[in-house]
């Protein structure tokens, strides 16, 4: 929080506690009440910040009861400034450039803020350094998603103190957008899209939503009391990606070289095992709960993924590339 003055400005934390150390190191004793009245903020606000330079920045501050001010016992060469090892510095920079996920959203102004202070209270050396930092690193999308700001907002607020939500939602290939009653549980950022989970009065049970597919977003007044056992990880555990079922598929692919290769350099999914065979095929196992995803990205393979089993996996596999190759026919 930050304190306000007599006429209606805010000073920095840091800012403040710094002038505070100039007047302390010159000797000139100051108390609660000078500096008050120097910095325009409140005694106790002083106060606050005294306790936080004894106690929290380790600096020798006591009071000098004859002189009616604080001092310190012992030399201080310079104020505490905010120490990065090269690791940090470079992690304080890409955590900057990963923000990308959350241009547009409620989170994107207070997270830059951030790490812009922490920016400047680093030592000038480490500071000039960090454009050379920034210059080496950089991320890329393939595809923002888009957000209504306000419908994000009201997300958020909804998530965070539990209120209830009637939104007008409306599905891929639905032609009548539906009005839905919902207690917004968790926004969760998944593969660069955002998703809610939330219990739909509706369908009676936790449903996956998309904001994008919002149409309207209304607060309804009500609050709920979210389940102690709602957990997104044990929902989304046999997914592959943010579709969960009630299925139990042991899901066998088998890919050629060169895919073979893009496969064993990511973890796809907790439950993945590879084998690998003599002619440089490599076989991908999954445990999964459903198989709408697992197809589309079997299908993005091309040629070079192939389905050994189960035999249901195989089968949409072949039907979704039969419509393929029809849909391109001349």
């Known amino acids: 929080m930050k304190a306000t ?3 209606g400005t805010s000073r920095p934390p840091l800012e403040r506690m710094l002038r505070i150390h100039q007047e302390v190191q010159a000797g000139r004793f100051p108390n609660a009440s000078t500096l008050a009245q120097l910095l325009e903020v409140s005694p106790k606000t002083i106060q606050r910040d005294l306790e936080f330079m004894r106690d929290r920045l380790g600096l020798p501050l006591e009071y000098h009861p004859r002189r009616f001010g604080y001092y310190y016992t012992e030399p201080v060469e310079s104020f505490p400034s905010l120490q990065l090892t090269e690791g940090e510095l470079v992690a304080l920079v890409l955590a900057e450039k990963a923000l990308q996920q959350y241009r547009g959203t409620p989170f994107e102004r207070p997270l830059l ?17 960090l454009a050379g930092v920034a210059r080496a690193f950089s991320f890329r999308q393939r595809a923002e998603p888009r957000l209504d700001l306000a419908v994000f907002d009201t997300l958020t607020r909804a998530v965070t103190h539990c209120e209830q939500l009637e939104i007008l939602y409306r599905k891929p290939g639905q032609s009548r957008p539906e ?20 219990h739909d009065h509706l369908r009676g049970s936790i449903r996956t939503f998309v904001p994008a597919r919002m149409l309207e977003v209304r607060p309804t007044g009500q609050t709920f009391r979210p389940p102690t056992r ?3 990880d044990d929902l989304l555990r046999g997914s592959f990606g943010v579709r969960s079922g009630s299925g139990h598929y042991h899901v066998t692919l088998l890919f050629h070289p060169p895919a073979a ?9 907790p439950t993945q095992t590879l084998r690998e065979r003599r002619n440089g095929t490599l076989e991908l196992h999954l445990q999964l ?3 709408e995803e697992i197809t589309r990205w079997v299908l993005s393979w091309g040629g070079q993924a192939r389905v050994l089993r189960p035999r249901e ?3 949409r ?13 001349t």
Not at 113 to 129: D, R
Not at 261 to 269: G, L, P, Q, S, T
Not at 323 to 329: G, I, N, S, W
């Open 179 to 198: 009005r839905r009653r919902i207690d917004p549980y968790h926004l969760a950022n998944i593969n660069g899209e955002w998703y809610l989970f939330a």
């Open 261 to 269: 290769d893009y496969i064993r350099e990511k973890k796809w999914h």
């Open 230 to 232: 709602f957990s997104p």
């Open 5 to 7: 003055g007599r006429r």
């Open 289 to 291: 709960s459903e198989l």
């Open 113 to 129: 803020s951030a790490i812009h202070k922490m920016e400047q209270s680093l030592p000038e050396t480490i500071s000039v350094n």
């Open 317 to 329: 596999v072949q039907q979704a590339a039969t419509r393929l190759v029809e849909a391109h026919k």
């Open 313 to 315: 996996l195989i089968e």
